[in-house]
C-alpha cells in the first residue's frame, strides 16, 4: 500500500478498516537555513487509504467545498500534532504550523479569551 504523497509527521487514525492520514508534512527532512518549515509542505489533504485493496483517496482542505476558513485549514494540516484515536473519534491537538492571517510560525495551542 502506497500514498499518493510522502506524508510524515501528521496523525493517523481507523475507521472501518481504512486508515485516515491527516496533518504532516510532504516534503521530508526539514533543513535549518532561512525556511526550515516552507508552508507549501504542510499537508493540505485528507488521505483515505484502503489496506485490503491498496486504493487510496484524497480531499484537500483548500477545496471551497470542505466548509473550512483558513484559520481551521492551518490548524488541520500542522507537523507533529499530538492526539489519539478513541472509538470513532480522532483527537488532534497542537502541532507546528504557519498562522497563514500572519504569516509567522508557531506551535498551535487552544487559548481563551477568559
Known amino acids: ?10 496523525m493517523v487514525g481507523v475507521y472501518k478498516g481504512v486508515w485516515v492520514f491527516i496533518a504532516g508534512r510532504l516534503n521530508g527532512l526539514h533543513g535549518f537555513g532561512n525556511d526550515p518549515f516552507p508552508p507549501e509542505a504542510q499537508n493540505t489533504n485528507i488521505y483515505v487509504v484502503n489496506p485490503a485493496t491498496g486504493a487510496s483517496f484524497s480531499r484537500s482542505l483548500t477545496d471551497p467545498s470542505s466548509g ?14 499530538q492526539g489519539y484515536q478513541e472509538n470513532h473519534t480522532l483527537y488532534m491537538t497542537g502541532g507546528y504550523g504557519i498562522d497563514t492571517a500572519t504569516g509567522t510560525f508557531g506551535t498551535n495551542r487552544v487559548s481563551s479569551n477568559g
Not at 473550512?68 to 500534532?81: A, E, G, V, Y
Open 68 to 81: 473550512l476558513n483558513q484559520q481551521q485549514i492551518d490548524t488541520l494540516s500542522t507537523t507533529s500534532p
Open 1 to 10: 500500500v502506497q500514498l499518493p504523497a510522502g506524508v510524515h509527521s501528521g
